[in-house]
Nanobody
Framework: QVQLVESGGGLVQAGGSLRLSCAAS????????MGWFRQAPGKEREFVAAISSSGSTRSYADSVKGRFTISRDNAKNTVYLQMNSLKPEDTAVYYC?????????????????WGQGTQVTVSS
């Protein structure tokens, strides 16, 4: 069992930055692939980024590539999402999730555990 708690969301102007954190409970964090997803009102949950258990492999949605960076600290049981050059279209609730494998990281149905989400609002 893995429990996930996101933090770091808030209101920021376009062009600004935020860093989201996701703290995980449990001793097996280092064995999980971790992902970030987001969901805007009236839209489906969409993939943002994922990182393998060791941190050696990362994937990004095209919409955030070059602006967002996913990282993890297995000693702290935490995964991060550094978001730079934010745009109004990045406004959404951001969720972190844990998956036992790295296959199919872009599909939210594959993830086993989810956090409660943190709101990110980017004003124009």
């Amino acid at each position: 069992q893995v429990q996930l708690v996101e933090s770091g969301g808030g209101l920021v102007q376009a062009g600004g930055s935020l860093r989201l954190s996701c703290a995980a409970s449990g001793r097996t964090f280092s064995t999980y692939t971790m992902g970030w997803f987001r969901q805007a009102p009236g839209k489906e949950r969409e993939f943002v980024a994922a990182i393998s258990s060791s941190g050696s492999t990362r994937s990004y949605a095209d919409s955030v590539k070059g602006r967002f960076t996913i990282s993890r600290d297995n000693a702290k049981n935490t995964v991060y999402l550094q978001m730079n050059s934010l745009k109004p279209e990045d406004t959404a609730v951001y969720y972190c999730a844990a998956d036992r494998t790295y296959s199919g990281v872009r599909w939210y149905q594959n993830y086993d555990y989810w956090g409660q989400g943190t709101q990110v609002t980017v004003s124009s």
